[in-house]
């Protein structure tokens, strides 16, 4: 793996630690698991679907990438937005009801069959509590994920991840370790910056309406 791929991965990898937090963070009590899990595969493919989520998400990379060297920013923003599309497609296949509800075993109904799809009304427009506490999750999670940015000790564990990355690429791998060197703690210190109710409202978890 070349060094801009490094970076690129680093990027998606932040946001995926993210989505993936949130369904960690959701209340299972055992009458609402079901529509809770569908509920909330509900929502990530409403998010999956919105083309103005991912231009925020682009612009996210952008801001990453635009700590490089400008040679370097070129091709890390040719690469994210690869990137970004084939997240994109891996996550709405994860989180789609089939697999997340219907194949974990967690919608099972009295005949122990996969419960159908009639559990959960695709037309239910208005927020629900569950909608709130998601909101609140994600917020808790991001805020969680960035005061541990902050630690030296997070921060090394990174870096250590993307050199594997680099060690194996048969080419360039020199360059990319130089590279993560000199660049990745200017990248980590801008995701720190990152807001968490923002983050949170552009990847669709929180509502506009829902206070701070």
Not at 51 to 60: A, N, P, T, W, Y
Not at 178 to 207: A, W
Request: hydrophobic share 40%; proline share 3%.
């Amino acid at each position: 793996m070349n060094m801009k791929t490094a970076f690129c991965f680093a990027i998606l990898l932040f946001l995926g630690l993210h989505v993936d937090a949130r369904f960690d963070l959701l209340p299972m009590d055992a009458d609402i698991e079901c529509g809770s899990c569908l509920e909330a595969s509900r929502k990530v493919g409403k998010a999956l679907n919105n083309l103005k989520m991912f231009e925020q998400v682009s612009l996210l990379s952008i801001q990453a990438c635009e700590a490089l060297p400008v040679d370097l920013e070129i091709e890390c923003l040719k690469t994210t937005g690869d990137y970004i599309q084939r997240t994109r497609l891996l996550l709405k296949d994860f989180f789609h009801e089939e697999s997340l509800c219907n194949g974990t075993g967690v919608c099972i109904n009295e005949t122990g069959v996969p419960a159908s799809n009639g559990i959960f009304i695709e037309g239910v427009n208005e927020r629900t509590p569950l909608e709130e506490k998601t909101c609140s999750a994600c917020r808790r999670t991001v805020k969680d994920v960035i005061w541990k940015l902050r630690d030296p000790r997070m921060k090394t564990k990174l870096t250590k991840v993307l050199i594997d990355y680099c060690e194996e690429s048969e080419e360039r791998e020199d360059q990319c370790k130089q590279t993560i060197y000199r660049y990745g703690s200017i990248v980590l210190n801008k995701l720190e910056r990152l807001k968490p109710y923002d983050l949170c409202l552009m990847l669709g978890f929180c509502d506009e309406e829902i206070a701070f």
